[in-house]
């Protein structure tokens, strides 16, 4: 029973370079979510989706993109990564039940140099 | 506009001591409010939640938490603190569209033998 997966665990990158981070719900979900966790700053929302096809931005959406083409799969893309995006990224999801239980990948650390 | 005000960053206590993280909101509707778990180096993971059918609600691993909505508080307490209850806890409020949640910055337990 797999949950949420995150792809990749670990990435480190140069200034000005490009990458996609993809989650993946074995659960049938219709919501998930990708939060950017830094010390003393807690979760921030960086952008959502709240079903197949749907996509909308959160606390902190700039410079990210994200793609929600499959039901199972929300991707988190860079098109230029800078160092203040340097952080510890979480994709989450929960059924449509409101307010039902978050489920969270276990984290991509990403660091840009 | 919603919020959620953990109070105190890190809370160290001994083993088999009470545990007090304390947690205040802001909501101009009926808030849903949750807390989580994050074990070093792992994703986040329920504790428990209030959806207000009762107003002390209990959780896993011996933790509850008491809505007081004339304090607007949702403290999170455990009778007699565990080495293994050593971990980050946030306190979250789901936002009034109900498609997203908002974190507190977090509080760091440390818990001495």
């Known amino acids: 029973n797999a949950g949420v997966t995150q792809t990749p665990k670990f990435r480190v990158l140069k200034t000005g370079q490009s990458m996609t981070l993809l989650c993946a719900q074995d659960m049938n979900h219709e919501y998930m979510y990708w939060y950017r966790q830094d010390p003393g700053m807690g979760l921030r929302l960086i952008h959502y989706?709240?079903?197949?096809?749907?996509?909308a931005k959160g606390e902190v959406p700039d410079g990210y993109n994200v793609s929600r083409l499959k039901k199972q799969n929300f991707l988190l893309g860079l098109e230029s990564a800078a160092p203040s995006q340097t952080s510890v990224y979480f994709c989450a999801s929960r059924s449509g039940t409101f307010p039902g239980e978050l489920f969270f990948g276990e984290g991509s650390r990403l660091t840009v140099l | 506009a919603q919020s959620v005000t953990q109070l105190g960053s890190h809370v160290s206590v001994s083993e088999g001591a009470l545990v007090l993280l304390r947690c205040n909101y802001s909501s101009s509707v009926p808030p849903y409010l949750f807390w989580y778990v994050q074990y070093p180096n792992q994703g986040l993971q329920l504790l428990l939640k209030y959806t207000s059918a009762a107003t002390l609600v209990k959780g896993i691993n011996g933790f509850e938490a008491e809505f007081k909505k004339s304090e607007t508080s949702f403290h999170l307490t455990k009778p007699s603190a565990h080495m293994s209850d050593a971990a980050e806890y946030f306190c979250?409020?789901?936002?009034?569209?109900?498609?997203?949640?908002?974190f507190g910055k977090g509080t760091t337990l440390s818990v001495s033998s």
């Open positions: 989706s709240v079903g197949e096809g749907t996509t």
């Open positions: 979250v409020l789901a936002n009034q569209a109900g498609t997203a949640l908002i």
